[in-house]
Nanobody, 117 residues
Framework: QVQLVESGGGLVQAGGSLRLSCAAS????????MGWYRQAPGEQRELVASITSGSTNYADFVKGRFTISRDNAKNTVYLQMNSLKPEDTAVYYC????????????WGQGTQVTVSS
């Protein structure tokens, strides 16, 4: 079974940085898209950033602060988060559109990011 495993979350002070990683494993034929969503307590899950072979996409609230990248050889996507704010506090979920062999959307279990004031 295809699995996504996130790492890199934790507690950081406002203005600090964290780097999240997400590795896909299992019977992967190809990966069409990878990305990150986040969900704060009592809030809806929202898109943070996504990446394909040719482009990146960012939510307005992270532009200029976060950078998404990937390592195709490792089936891994990263999210470099700089200038973190308390409102960035949320569970961050990795997602990917993967052929295995049929295209499906997969989700990781999430990693907690907490930004203190």
């Amino acid at each position: 079974q295809v699995q996504l495993v996130e790492s890199g979350g934790g507690l950081v002070q406002a203005g600090g940085s964290l780097r999240l990683s997400c590795a896909a494993s299992g019977p992967i034929v190809s990966i069409a898209k990878m990305g990150w969503y986040r969900q704060a307590p009592g809030e809806q899950r929202e898109l943070v950033a996504s990446i394909t072979s040719g482009s990146t996409n960012y939510a307005d609230f992270v532009k200029g602060r976060f950078t998404i990248s990937r390592d195709n050889a490792k089936n891994t996507v990263y999210l470099q988060m700089n200038s973190l704010k308390p409102e960035d506090t949320a569970v961050y979920y990795c997602t990917a559109v993967i052929a295995s062999p049929s295209l499906r959307n997969y989700w990781g279990q999430g990693t907690q990011v907490t930004v203190s004031s």
